[in-house]
T-cell receptor
């Protein structure tokens, strides 16, 4: 079945460091891929998405490229800030199954220190 | 748009009491999802609806949990009787599914989450 695997956290970085959070997936059909972010005490919010192979999603300095050959959607940011401290979730949906639901990874906690 | 609205934001109750969580999805959305988040189990999908009809309730932990969606603008998640292990943050999310076309792109199948209800059962 469909699944998403994220790198385990927590990830602790100093401000202005480079960030990579790995995400790989298993899916049938042609999934869309998402990164959601959850700030402390809040619900999840969409950070970026990509709907087909080789698409690059980007937002707020974060980027992720849909790699079908490696079934990956790694999240990157060139220079993190303290305000980026949050939990990041990778997720996929499957258009072919037409269920409308998302499959989430387990989440990766990012802590950025000044 | 006000986004997904959940109430209450915090609920503290005693074991054995009935708890009702409420959700108002974004107007026009045709999918509604209920999730539970705990430190131990992460984010779990409990149940979801399409056009007010329950599609998959396989994530509902046991018969003490029930969910309804009487109309397109309102859903409830009820726990009766509540137990301490039900303590968690419960999220509601909604989305607009435009069928199989991937050409729609944009907001196709993006889920929008509410702020959550933090439930504590003593």
């Amino acid at each position: 079945g469909n699944s998403v695997t994220q790198m385990e956290g927590p990830v602790t970085l100093s401000e202005e460091a480079f960030l990579t959070i790995n995400c790989t997936y298993t899916a049938t059909g042609y999934p869309s891929l998402f990164w959601y972010v959850q700030y402390p005490g809040e619900g999840l919010q969409l950070l970026l998405k990509a709907t087909k192979a080789d698409d690059k999603g980007s937002n707020k300095g974060f980027e992720a490229t849909y790699r079908k050959e490696t079934t990956s959607f790694h999240l990157e940011k060139g220079s993190v800030q303290v305000s980026d401290s949050a939990v990041y979730f990778c997720a996929l949906s499957d258009h072919r199954s037409n269920t409308g639901k998302l499959i989430f990874g387990q989440g990766t906690t990012l802590q950025v220190k000044p | 748009d006000a986004g997904v609205i959940q109430s209450p934001r915090h609920e503290v109750t005693e074991m054995g009491q009935e708890v009702t969580l409420r959700c108002k999805p974004i107007s026009g959305h045709d999918y509604l999802f209920w999730y539970r988040q705990t430190m131990m189990r992460g984010l779990e999908l409990l149940i979801y609806f399409n056009n007010n009809v329950p599609i998959d309730d396989s994530g509902m932990p046991e018969d003490r949990f029930s969910a309804k969606m009487p109309n397109a603008s309102f859903s409830t998640l009820k726990i009766q009787p509540s137990e301490p292990r039900d303590s968690a943050v419960y999220f509601c999310a909604s989305s607009l599914w435009q069928g199989r076309s991937i050409l729609a792109g944009g907001l196709l199948d993006t889920q929008y989450f509410g702020p959550g209800t933090r439930l504590t059962v003593l």
